[in-house]
């Protein structure tokens, strides 16, 4: 079977760093995505990582280790607009188009 | 502008009702999907249809009927829903095999 694990919520104050782990279980994988999704609105893609190592883009950071099937999201500076739900998602091999998700995580930034 | 419409944005309906959800998307993408959305819960893949061609999904009840009649164009019949499927409802577009999907609005929906 497939499944994600990912923390149901996280708290951080403006300008600090907050790391949202990923842990996956897969029959094949392609890759791991990252969306946010601000309350009210559509997911929003992130970043994506195929290969071992680290992708930045700007504030946010995304690291992938495919040999311990573990991810994770890296914001910096945080600011107050960065509080939304960010969602991990793995794309199978054997699967064409098949994304899965995980549960989210919630981030608070706080004054 | 996700360039990924919906409509409706929210809709109530009863368990003897037939509604529809239409999807556009306008970016010339070849595959879309919809997606359930529940409170706590991760994203549900429902449908997807890849180069117009539909990706059966057999945990799907058959009251959730999908139709894409065109690659711009997806929707979702819906027919004697039950309370457990209100939910938000969304769809999404790609290229095939390509990672970055872009996502609708989404529709609210609500059944009594």
């Known amino acids: 079977g497939q499944s994600l694990e990912q923390p149901s919520e996280v708290t951080a104050v403006e300008g600090a760093i907050v790391q949202i782990n990923c842990t996956y279980q897969t029959s094949g994988f392609y890759g791991l995505s990252w969306y946010q999704q601000h309350d009210g609105g559509a997911p929003t893609f992130l970043s994506y990582?195929?290969?071992?190592g680290l992708e930045e883009t700007g504030r946010f950071s995304s690291f992938l280790s495919r040999s311990d099937s573990y991810g994770y999201l890296l914001l910096q500076e945080l600011q107050m607009k960065d509080s939304a739900s960010y969602f991990c998602a793995v794309r199978t091999l054997y699967n064409n188009n098949d994304m899965r998700f995980g549960a989210g995580t919630r981030l608070t930034v706080k004054p | 502008e996700t360039g990924v419409t919906q409509t409706p944005r929210h809709l109530v309906m009863g368990m003897t009702n037939k509604k529809s959800l239409k999807c556009e998307q306008h970016l010339g993408h070849n595959a879309m999907y919809w997606y359930k959305q529940s409170a706590k819960k991760p994203l549900e893949l429902m449908f997807v249809?890849?180069?117009?061609?539909?990706?059966e999904n057999n945990s799907v009840p058959s009251r959730f009927s999908p139709e894409c009649p065109n690659s711009s164009h997806l929707f979702l019949h819906l027919h004697t829903l039950q309370p457990e499927d209100s939910a938000l409802y969304l769809c999404?577009?790609?290229?095939?095999?390509?990672?970055?999907?872009?996502f609708g609005p989404g529709t609210r929906l609500l059944v009594l």
């Open positions: 249809y890849s180069l117009e061609e539909r990706v």
């Open positions: 990582n195929a290969l071992d």
């Open positions: 999404a577009s790609s290229q095939v095999f390509e990672e970055t999907q872009y």
